[in-house]
């Protein structure tokens, strides 16, 4: 585990970026989890991620709260970000097609991810967010097997 303690916007981005470019280097399909309270910075980060993915800069990321998926081409990958706050069962998960976005070429990002790890799915990647008692975020990046651990190994950090 590392831990990064952001103190704006603009370093959670820049977290993200990096993260999305060492994902360009792998060559399988990586996912990452992002958890933490409202307005700790998880779309914020996955900005950055779309930037390091060099997803089109006219794309604009919001959270999709209400459509659930949002993807964007990313070169020869596919940046899949997931919001699953508004979803009640793991059976929803099936509606929504889950198991359809998975593929080698996917980087899947989730906010509010419980539903899908109660359902067994193991990310890559979890990005912990909390705010210190100044309102700066501290992340935690907490990976799963060997690629979540060589991905880290590899992502310098501020
Ligand atoms: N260190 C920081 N990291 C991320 N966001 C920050 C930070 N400091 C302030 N903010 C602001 O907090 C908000 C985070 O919102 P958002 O990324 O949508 O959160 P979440 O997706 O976790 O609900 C943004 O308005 C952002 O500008
Ligand atoms: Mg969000």
Redesign the pocket.
């Known amino acids: 585990m590392k831990t990064v303690v952001?103190?704006?916007?603009e370093?959670?981005m820049t977290l993200g970026r990096r993260i999305g470019e060492a994902i360009l280097q792998l060559p399988a399909l990586f996912s990452i989890a992002l958890t933490?309270d409202?307005?700790?910075?998880?779309?914020?980060l996955i900005q950055g991620l779309a930037k390091g993915l060099g997803v089109d800069e006219g794309y604009y990321i919001t959270?999709p709260t209400f459509n659930i998926i949002n993807e964007y081409p990313a070169g020869v990958k596919r940046l899949c970000h997931l919001d699953l706050y508004r979803l009640g069962a793991p059976d929803e998960l099936e509606y929504i097609g889950f198991e359809d976005l998975l593929g080698e070429d996917a980087v899947v990002a989730v906010?509010w991810p419980d539903l899908l790890r109660e359902d067994g799915f193991v990310f890559n990647l979890e990005l912990r967010?909390e705010f210190d008692k100044d309102?700066?975020?501290i992340i935690r990046i907490i990976p799963s097997g060997q690629q979540g651990t060589n991905l880290l190994s590899t992502l310098s950090l501020p």
């Open positions: 952001s103190a704006s916007a370093e959670t933490g409202l307005g700790a910075g998880k779309t914020c959270s906010e967010f309102f700066n975020r």
